[in-house]
């Protein structure tokens, strides 16, 4: 074995309600991606997940891979303000449960990207009600995450907040891979107060929980240090920080961003670049993991999303190869990592577009018939192996 990762180390793969369950016609993402001429492509039935999750898990399992993580749709479960849908509870307990059945150990997130659309409407983050209507939610899921080991409240707050800025459409469009307008201040202070409401709840339920954050990677160019940290502070660092309290944090890294004296630099002409004009860099993972284990040190990571877009199913491996052996490096050089999950499972939805396939597995769009790539296998290998040979 050339390199070999520890005993107990979790294997496994991502996804997310909206981006694979298809008609989520309660939230927030639904009725953007449905407003003609924003977005090029809508989710629509997505990978019909929300009816095909057993044939999914099955395929976790049969691959050798020993987690899966999804996401609860909050708009599914309160489609309406103050209204819990008991079945939707009970679908997600079941999703839970065919986990446990199948011995994958489930990560499970209570928020990805979409709120529900009543939320958005009476102000979303920015409303003074925000936390108190996401400690509801949480206080509703609660009954039924028994048996669950990782909870992550909120996926990539820092996206959010950067999103929220986005959409207001008053912050300077940054024509840079990778890199984002500035997050949207009072989103991100709401983020952060929903977050520990959360694990406020969660740890009085004896639930363990962290956030994920996205790592995006930032490095001076040209001795550009002092901008390089005022640049990832408001955008990376101050989500790391409030990990310091919590019970792991969620690494999710994919490429660089190059920071010089003015800030973002745009990925030069002739780079590597993948679907989603991302520069081709999978040592962007081990990088994101000694940062985190810089920030807030002593709190366990697992790596909640990493991997790469690409039609080439080779390319996945090759860049999966790379991101894995960073990754080690780091754990070697002390980082207390305690798993990796592969970003996606599947072929899903990517906020807009079916264009960048992400998946280990491709889904046919019309009869949604799922098809393993050879990735998927060299992946079930590796975690089989424990490590890479
Ligand atoms: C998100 C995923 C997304 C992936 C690739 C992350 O920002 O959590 O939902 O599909 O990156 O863009």
Redesign the pocket.
Known sequence: MRISFPEGFLWGAAG?AH?TEGNNVASDFWALENRPGLLPERSGDACDGYHRWREDLDIVRDLGLGAYRFSIEWARVEPVEGEFSLAALAHYRRLIEGCLDRGLTPVVTLH??TSPLWFQKAGGWRALEATDRFRRYVRAVLPILGGVEWVCTI??PN?LAMMANMLKGTERKENVAGAMPPPDREVADALVAAHQAAREELAAAGLKSGW?V?NQNFQAAGGATAERDEWAWSREDRFLDIAAEDDFIGV?A?TRVLIGRDGALPVPDGTRRTL?GWEFYPWALGGAVRHTAERVPGVPILVT?NGI?TADDGERVEYTTGALESLHAAMADGADVRGYLH??LLD?Y??GSWR?T?GLVAVDRRTFARTVKPSARWLGGVARAGGLS
């Open positions: 997310s981006q990805h990207f996926n990539e996206m994920t996205a999710q994919y989603t999303e877009a970003w996606s899903n990517e906020w960048p992400f």
